[in-house]
């Protein structure tokens, strides 16, 4: 009974901390467990950089606050799938988001597609910009993920959207924002393709959560989504207290495929 006191209460800390989470942005406690439950009979892999180890940093502190823990291991490596696991690993490289795709593909054409349950990805921020041609990019991902379903049937893949930065503070920024030039255009455009293409079922819409205040309101301009301030210290980065209530939602998904 203590024991789930104080995890109880260790989860409240962990949960409102001071990135301006408040009691909306609580995590229900008893379906987060049942969510952790269920996610521990699967092996999933998660491949990710940078907000995609926010996103990990997260999870790995809420699966020590519950008792049925995950078993969370860094790795891409065929025998941790022998038993259910949740696996990640950086996939592809910074700044080129065709060989994170490849990347990914790659080991899910291969073996471990075979045995994985679910499988993901995502793009960091800085992956997508001006230079980048988002729609030979986003054809390229959907066919090699068409290969991928076609040869393991049985994989589920869930689609993440990519994470998004903060509105710019300074005016050229922001005049380069209603000119529909600023970086977020870009990111915001792969992410439209892909919510089109795979829907709300098929997509982890980590943008538009990371876009969404703790009263509801959405961070929204010209159409396109931007981070909230509170949730980060860099403008990009996910601060802690962020990071973990939204793992809570990322796991949410996962256990619902």
Known sequence: ???AIFSGMLLGILLLGSCGLNSQNKIDMQNFEQHITTLRG??????HQSVGQNLMEGLIALNESVDAKLNIQLTRD??????PVFAHDAIGINRDPWSKVNDFCDLMEGELGGMVDIALFKFCY???????????LFNHYEKRVAVIQAKHPRLKIVHITTP??????????????????????YL????RLLRDRYGADGVFD???LEATAPNGSVNQKKGNYYLINAYTNDGGHLK???ARFLAAKLVEKLAAQ
């Open 1 to 3: 009974m203590k024991k």
């Open 42 to 47: 699967k092996k999933v892999f998660f491949g």
């Open 78 to 83: 065929s025998s941790a799938f022998i038993t």
């Open 126 to 136: 800085v992956d997508l910009k001006r230079k980048t041609d988002i729609d030979s």
């Open 164 to 185: 998004v930065k903060v509105f710019p503070k300074n005016w050229k920024d922001k005049l380069s924002v209603y000119m529909g030039k600023d970086h977020s255009f």
């Open 188 to 191: 915001n455009k792969y992410n």
């Open 206 to 208: 980590l943008a538009k």
């Open 240 to 242: 802690p207290e962020a």
